[in-house]
């Protein structure tokens, strides 16, 4: 009798850590899906509102800096509440402010500002885009 208890207190703990290591591997793997499908909706803005500002001294971090953060203000931020980034480099950031979403038929629209600095400049942008089914925004032209 004391064996069987044994066993099954070993079996017990042994299945408690491979469900721990499951879990781990599934966390992990959730974050890279979360990851990627963020990414394929902040490209669904296109160059966004930024690409306006003519920041060609941008490099392609400072451009995902940017677009994440119109992304979080278009889906996340309460209407006003501005987003903000800064890139590595000391002399360029920015905001993004979204006013209050509206409807356009079956769409959630925004209209919003990104004001972006670089050095001694300031340039501001503004627009609107629409939530799609599928998460993405795009921007009106």
Known sequence: ?????????????????????????????????????????????????????????????????????????LEHTAAGQPVNWRSERADLGGEVVAAQPYRVGSQDCRSYAHTVKSGAATRTARGTACRNTDGSWTPLT
Do not use: H, K, P, W
């Not at 069987?4 to 850590?17: H, P």
């Not at 909706?41 to 940017?66: E, H, T």
């Open 1 to 73: 009798m004391r064996r069987i208890l044994v066993l099954t207190a070993v079996l017990v703990a042994l299945s408690a850590c491979a469900s721990t290591t499951t879990l781990a591997v599934r966390s992990v793997s959730d974050e890279d899906a979360d990851t990627a499908t963020q990414r394929g909706i902040i490209d669904a803005l296109g160059g966004g509102l930024f690409n306006q500002l003519d920041a060609g001294d941008a490099r392609r971090a400072d451009r995902m800096l940017a677009l994440e953060a119109e992304y979080r203000a």
